[in-house]
T-cell receptor, first 112, second 113 residues
Framework: KNQVEQSPQSLIILEGKNCTLQ??????????LRWYKQDTGRGPVSLTI???SENTKSNGRYTATLDADTKQSSLHITASQLSDSASYIC???????????WGAGTKLIIKP | DVKVTQSSRYLVKRTGEKVFLECVQD?????MFWYRQDPGLGLRLIYF???????EKGDIPEGYSVSREKKERFSLILESASTNQTSMYLC????????????FGNGTRLTVT
C-alpha cells in the first residue's frame, strides 16, 4: 500500500536553532517527492521538489535530501525564524499529479 | 503569481442542507482539485478535473459532487450535508505534469451542525 509517514508529529524549538523533519515513503513507482509549507489558516505552498536522481536541494534556509534506495527524505531548516512556524507536509507522486500520496505533516513551532 | 480564491473562509450549515463551495483560479491551469484536510490525516482527494466539464473521482467522493463549467471555476457540492463532512476544504489548481506544484486556496472551514 502506498504510504507516506512523517516524523515527528510536532516539534518545538527555539528561534535560531536548526531542525530536521523526516519523511519515509513506500510509494512505487516513484516519480518525485515534494515538500509543502502550510502556515496556519492558509493553503500549502510548495518549498521544493526532489526527483529520483537528486540527493540534495536547497531553497534558502531549507535543505531537502532524498535517499531513493531507503525511500527516505528529510527537510533541514537552518537558523530557524519565527516565520518558520508552520506545518510541513511531504507528498510523493507515483506517476502524475492525480495520484499524490500525502503525509500527515509535521507541526513545527518556533519559540522566541 | 498564481491566485486560487475560495469564496468562503468559514461556513456553518445544518444537517441536510445543500452546500456549495466555490473556487476560482486565475492562471489558466488545466487541472483543478478539491481536497479535505482533517487533523492527523494527510490531505484526501475528493474530486479533480483535468478539463472543462471533465471530472474524476478521488479517494473519498461519496457524498460530494463537482461542477466545472468554465476553466477557471471548480465547484464542490455537498448534496445533503452531514456532520461527518465537517472539515477544512482546500481547492487547488496546477498545470499538467508531475513536476508542476499544486497551488492552493486558503481553504474553507465548514461546520455542519
Amino acid at each position: 500500500k502506498n504510504q507516506v509517514e512523517q516524523s515527528p508529529q510536532s516539534l518545538i524549538i527555539l528561534e535560531g536553532k536548526n531542525c530536521t523533519l523526516q519523511c519515509n515513503y513506500t510509494v512505487s513507482p516513484f516519480s518525485n517527492l515534494r515538500w509543502y509549507k502550510q502556515d496556519t489558516g492558509r493553503g500549502p505552498v510548495s518549498l521544493t521538489i526532489m526527483t529520483f536522481s537528486e540527493n540534495t536541494k536547497s531553497n534558502g534556509r531549507y535543505t531537502a535530501t532524498l535517499d531513493a534506495d531507503t525511500k527516505q527524505s528529510s527537510l533541514h531548516i537552518t537558523a530557524s525564524q519565527l516565520s518558520d512556524s508552520a506545518s510541513y507536509i511531504c507528498v510523493v507522486s507515483p506517476e502524475s499529479n492525480y495520484q499524490l500520496i500525502w503525509g500527515a505533516g509535521t507541526k513545527l513551532i518556533i519559540k522566541p | 503569481d498564481v491566485k486560487v480564491t475560495q469564496s468562503s473562509r468559514y461556513l456553518v450549515k445544518r444537517t441536510g442542507e445543500k452546500v456549495f463551495l466555490e473556487c476560482v483560479q486565475d492562471m489558466d491551469h488545466e487541472n483543478m482539485f478539491w481536497y479535505r484536510q482533517d487533523p492527523g490525516l494527510g490531505l484526501r482527494l475528493i474530486y479533480f478535473s483535468y478539463d472543462v466539464k471533465m471530472k474524476e473521482k478521488g479517494d473519498i467522493p461519496e457524498g460530494y459532487s463537482v461542477s466545472r463549467e468554465k476553466k477557471e471555476r471548480f465547484s464542490l457540492i455537498l448534496e445533503s450535508a452531514s456532520t461527518n463532512q465537517t472539515s477544512m476544504y482546500l481547492c487547488a489548481s496546477s498545470r499538467t505534469g508531475p513536476r508542476y506544484p499544486l497551488h492552493f486556496g486558503n481553504g474553507t472551514r465548514l461546520t455542519v451542525t
